[in-house]
């Protein structure tokens, strides 16, 4: 074979680059591909032939005319589902459908499927290629995206798939696929056809890649039917694009999640074109497919199989002692406890509301910091008066603890540098009692933090001022109970360090605090007590009052 001499002029030039290098004392080294892996399993998605009338198309075939980096095809007529699973042993259970783009008329499906593939089964992640119809409609390629969905939920079980983590993610073309598919849900585009059509086509996630053809006329609108349909069960979106792109698409997506409070999350990079992938890069725009996992890891889709089991275990659990965390999570850590801890809370936030504030749980350490942080919900907090109730559990009696309740001033996510910051993001102090049922009984601190553990009800008394400077008071509180006799002990109040420290472990771990939230710091031994009405007197801090039935 003869070589062209304009090929070899760059290649002498390399050459010689790398002998100078290599006398230099350097090593030249070549930046490596993205290899496309072929799919171990390929699934057709529609068994009897897709649905309503079927378009003219040419025999599928690779596009020979259109120079680009990639191949791409074209005259797709039976869709069909490329099945990437990592190693048993790294399966997390999250799963994730893959769009590529390519205007609706051919598919970009090596770099933006198959190798998308690879790279999510390096993160542990199922990836599942759709090969979807061709050129053709945005709404019937929505019939091959809902179905592809619906299937991989219905078989779950033998692809070792959470069904609860299944997303989506498309680039181009597949990211309006993406987006339609995230709003129209409920809203099958073909009659259902078999048992698998009866699994939701919901996506837990919907990433959106250098979208287009998500927007209409000059103004930069959001398409109506999309717009419309963004509401309450509108999954959470990641949009990644670059701004010299059509970055329009983008954040005209991210304004209408904006306008209806449903969380997304937008990257925007100065300058990146169209079409990268997740091929390596030295621009920024690169770090998209980072961020997106990072986003990923953070609301818990890439939790390990263990994490996952032992948030099932309490999650399942109706009464009794709390699982013991070591049975499903051996040497587990107090990290690895949080992780299951964040999966019960977002599992319970879904129906029971807003999170209300923060337990200290366990013996301060060294550090000052409790052995962990316990998550409130508002269906648990019970307002001091004569007419308050406290519940009582069905067994045992009930064992009643004091303790200081600190509002927080204002929203923040960040760790506190010092004892003056911590005082700061206080606005005042409450005082509390609360009631400990007895499931929590024999459970250590990490049992506690992974089981999301929280008294069944608190009762508060009325918030006053922080003193401008010094601790909190300690104070010797006299309850006036028909159930209790004798001293109660003194309410020792956390100082600032051991606050900072719990502020910091709790925004550690990914929380935002809220304006109105609750630090909770039992700071006496739980006394018995019997029914009847209660009054707990704090002195200057407040009083307490409540019944017991």
């Not at 129209?184 to 287009?212: E, M, T």
């Not at 005209?252 to 999350?265: D, G, S, T, Y």
Request: aromatic share 8%; charged share 15%; proline share 10%.
């Amino acid at each position: 074979m003869v070589q062209s001499p304009h090929c070899m002029k760059p290649l002498r030039s390399l050459t010689l680059l790398a002998a100078f290098l290599a006398v230099a004392g350097f090593r030249l080294t070549l930046a490596p591909g993205v290899s496309a892996a072929e799919p171990p399993e390929v699934v057709k998605i529609w068994p009897a032939g897709p649905p309503g009338t079927a378009r003219e198309r040419g025999p599928e075939h690779r596009l020979t005319g259109r120079p680009r980096p990639f191949y791409q095809i074209t005259d797709v007529s039976e869709p069909t589902l490329s099945v990437f699973l990592p190693p048993r042993e790294r399966r997390s259970g999250a799963a994730v459908l893959v769009l590529p783009g390519g205007g609706l008329q051919r598919l970009a499906i090596e770099h933006e499927g198959l190798e998308v593939a690879t790279w999510l089964n390096d993160q542990n992640a199922a990836a599942f290629v759709l090969k979807y119809r061709v050129p053709e409609r945005a709404t019937v390629a929505l019939q091959d995206v809902q179905r592809a969905l619906s299937l991989i939920r219905s078989r779950a079980a033998e692809w070792g798939v959470d069904p609860g983590d299944i997303g989506v993610v498309g680039f181009s073309a597949g990211a309006e696929l993406a987006a339609w598919l995230a709003t129209h849900h409920r809203d099958r585009q073909y009659p259902a056809l078999d048992a698998a059509d009866a699994f939701s086509c919901r996506p837990a996630f919907a990433a959106l890649i250098y979208s287009g053809g998500l927007v209409q006329g000059a103004g930069w609108q959001l398409k109506d039917p999309i717009a419309k349909s963004i509401d309450a069960e509108t999954p959470p979106m990641f949009v990644a694009q670059a701004y010299d792109d059509s970055a329009e698409n983008s954040l005209a997506v991210v304004a209408a999640m904006k306008r209806a409070h449903r969380p997304a999350e937008l990257h925007l990079y100065q300058e990146g074109g169209h079409g990268f992938g997740v091929r390596p890069t030295g621009a920024p725009v690169g770090g998209w497919k980072d961020r997106w996992r990072e986003w990923l890891a953070w609301q818990g889709f890439l939790d390990d199989a263990r994490t996952r089991a032992a948030a099932r275990a309490v999650l399942d659990h109706t009464n009794g002692p709390l699982p013991a965390l070591a049975a499903t999570f051996p040497a587990a850590s107090l990290p690895d406890a949080y992780r299951v801890q964040q999966r019960v809370v977002r599992a319970r936030a879904a129906g029971a509301g807003a999170i209300a504030g923060y337990r200290a749980l366990g013996t301060p350490g060294p550090d000052g910091a409790p052995a962990g942080a316990g998550v409130i919900f508002r269906s648990e907090i019970v307002r001091s008066g004569p007419t308050a109730t406290l519940p009582v559990p069905a067994a045992g009696s009930p064992r009643l603890a004091p303790g200081w309740a600190l509002v927080i001033s204002v929203d923040f996510s960040f760790r506190l540098a010092n004892d003056a910051q911590a005082h700061g993001a206080f606005a005042s102090v409450a005082p509390f009692v609360q009631i400990d049922p007895q499931s929590a009984a024999g459970r250590g601190p990490l049992d506690l933090v992974a089981g999301n553990f929280s008294p069944g009800a608190f009762v508060l008394g009325a918030a006053q001022p922080l003193p401008e400077t010094g601790d909190l008071a300690v104070v010797t509180p006299d309850w006036n109970s028909p159930g209790v006799s004798g001293a109660v002990p003194a309410v020792t109040p956390p100082t600032w360090s051991q606050l900072r420290a719990l502020l910091n472990q709790i925004t550690d771990q990914g929380y935002t605090l809220r304006a109105g939230d609750l630090i909770l710091w039992p700071a006496a031994p739980e006394i018995p007590a019997r029914p009847g009405p209660q009054v707990l007197d704090f002195g200057t801090v407040g009083k307490v009052e409540f019944a017991l039935p």
